[in-house]
């Protein structure tokens, strides 16, 4: 059974940094790229940041998030994380984490993935 299980959200000040991770098991991420997406009440949802299994294809943002922005993970603990500085209140959303295998899909606004997380809150505001 897969899992991806969300956590790290909460209520931040902006210009503040909260890191988000996303723990997968069922899947390793040796075969699985994931993926960022968020999505804000009355909004569509929207792709933030996408690392693949392969160094040929390094992880991508979307243009709201580029430069503050940064994916990473950590294949031992089958675990991505999302790191997030420079925050500001339009950042405010329900952050998910979502899993392909081998390679993100082109368009990082493209949510196609084969399994997702439940999400996790993440509130910018003063």
């Known amino acids: 059974q897969v899992q991806l299980v969300e956590s790290g959200g909460g209520l931040v000040q902006p210009g503040g940094s909260l890191n988000l991770s996303c723990v997968a098991s069922g899947i390793t991420l040796d075969t699985y790229a994931i993926a960022w997406f968020r999505q804000a009440p009355g909004a569509d949802r929207e792709g933030v940041a996408c690392i693949s299994t392969s160094d040929l294809r390094p992880g991508f943002y979307g243009d709201s998030v580029k430069g503050r922005f940064t994916i990473s993970k950590d294949n031992a603990k089958n675990t991505v994380y999302l790191h997030m500085t420079s925050l500001k209140p339009e950042d405010t959303a329900v952050y998910s984490c979502?899993?392909?295998?081998?390679?993100?899909?082109?368009?990082?606004?493209?949510?196609?993935?084969?399994?997702w997380g439940q999400g996790t809150q993440v509130t910018v505001s003063s």
């Open positions: 979502a899993a392909v295998t081998w390679l993100c899909l082109p368009e990082i606004n493209d949510d196609r993935y084969d399994y």
